[in-house]
């Protein structure tokens, strides 16, 4: 293999670099505008104290319960041999189509005096709000980033490492906790950390939940234009935790090898559950699905029953069209993007390499508004004519979201064979 990364693997990199480093500017050049002392007061005042410290337990609780739910959807999906599993893999990346905000009013709409369940079932139940409201609410739509990176890694783990474990006198609780899950450290790691950094920049949720994070301030202070310059230093918090959660990524990943030899390259051999398995995978499937995907339209279609479409139709379709113009090219921008950041990052370790891999992250790392914010003063201010323009808006698309395409793109350059593409280079 090379040495040396061939220098058109950069020029993605570069380009992502030049659209991340817009964002943090812009956030960099507002807090500024406050003199020291005031800066240190924005940074120490208790309230501030306060929303990292509960930014910080949301996290932690919403990666908590997205790896109860997705671990154990992976392993069915992919170890097992139970009927219909094809289908509760696709039951499990769905919810990535259903906003956030949209599971907090499902799960809102189901207490209440007028709620969904004591219309159905005549008894009346409290709202779900605050610290859990937000935390499931947040879960359920996040679970499938770690589902679809830990179902790839299971997928690419080798099975002559498991069968060599057993042939060693090894239990299979021994070979899960000392091969499997090594191996299956850099798609955990890829699906919480993006995990954590779309909870570090949701406040579509938390405002429903009346659960204030940092995210939701910052959103606040913007809307209201009360104080952009807090807002700003609010961001740069967000941006200094982000980046503080992938170098920790990196310092895990460093110096361990995870691809697989060409020869022992098969399927591993899925298991077949008995009875009362079946049973518990199915209900678990079953449950996860219904509050994840089932809820959410039933909420939508009661919401469509009670003021139907009819007369807004049209609008209807042509805002989805009009949204899927921006979300396609978006998707193939971003991948495009992570393909070879990826490919840099997994099979030519070094600085450059692995800040081409972090810069990656940048994009989701910085609120929403606040990103929205940067480019449009980037455009007014550099290239007007870009103001306000489709293509503006999926540059800033395809760079919020390249940390979404980054996980899985990674996790499958790390476990395919490093002979294939030797052989390849020797024809």
Request: one cysteine or more; a positive charge; aromatic letters at 10%.
């Amino acid at each position: 293999m090379q040495k040396r990364p061939p220098l058109l693997l950069f020029i993605p990199a570069v380009i992502a670099a030049a659209g991340m480093g817009i964002p943090v500017l812009y956030l960099l050049v507002r807090s500024a505008e406050a003199d020291s002392a005031v800066l240190a007061q924005l940074l120490l005042r208790q309230r501030t104290l306060t929303l990292l410290g509960s930014t910080a337990s949301l996290a932690v609780g919403v990666w908590t319960i997205s790896l109860a739910i997705a671990f154990p959807l992976a392993w069915i999906t992919e170890r097992t041999e139970l009927k219909g599993r094809r289908i509760i893999a696709l039951l499990s990346s769905i919810p990535l189509a259903v906003p956030g905000y949209v599971v907090a009013y499902a799960l809102l709409s189901l207490g209440g005096n007028r709620g969904l369940i004591p219309q159905l079932f005549g008894f009346s139940v409290a709202r779900l709000s605050g610290y859990w409201g937000a935390a499931i609410a947040l879960s359920l739509y996040s679970f499938p980033y770690l589902f679809l990176n830990l179902r790839t890694g299971l997928a690419g783990l080798d099975p002559a490492l498991e069968e060599s474990a057993r042939s060693l006198g090894y239990t299979r609780r021994q070979v899960f906790f000392t091969v499997m899950l090594p191996h299956l450290r850099p798609a955990l790691l890829a699906g919480s950390v993006i995990i954590l950094l779309y909870v570090l920049g949701d406040f579509g949720v938390v405002a429903l939940m009346r659960y204030e994070t940092i995210s939701y301030a910052v959103y606040t202070q913007y809307t209201g234009a009360f104080d952009r310059t807090y807002a700003a230093v609010l961001s740069l918090m967000l941006v200094a935790i982000s980046l503080s959660v992938l170098a920790a990524e990196t310092l895990l990943l460093r110096n361990r090898a995870f691809h697989a030899s060409a020869r022992s390259r098969r399927h591993c051999r899925r298991t077949r559950p008995g009875r009362i398995q079946t049973l518990i995978f199915y209900g678990f499937a079953a449950a996860a699905a219904g509050a994840s995907v089932f809820l959410p339209l039933l909420t939508l279609a009661v919401w469509m029953a009670q003021a139907p479409l009819t007369g807004i139709l049209p609008q209807v379709i042509q805002g989805f069209f009009r949204s899927a113009s921006a979300a396609v090219p978006a998707a193939a921008g971003a991948v495009l993007l992570a393909v070879p950041i990826a490919y840099l990052h997994a099979r030519h370790h070094g600085r450059l390499a692995d800040a081409a891999e972090r810069t990656a992250f940048i994009g989701y790392a910085v609120p929403p508004m606040a990103l929205a914010l940067a480019f449009a003063s980037f455009s007014i201010r550099y290239v007007p004519w870009l103001y306000q323009s489709l293509v503006l808006l999926i540059t800033a698309y395809s760079l919020n979201f390249l940390a979404l395409a980054m996980g899985p793109v990674r996790s499958s350059i790390i476990h395919a064979p490093r002979s294939l593409e030797e052989a390849a280079r020797s024809m």
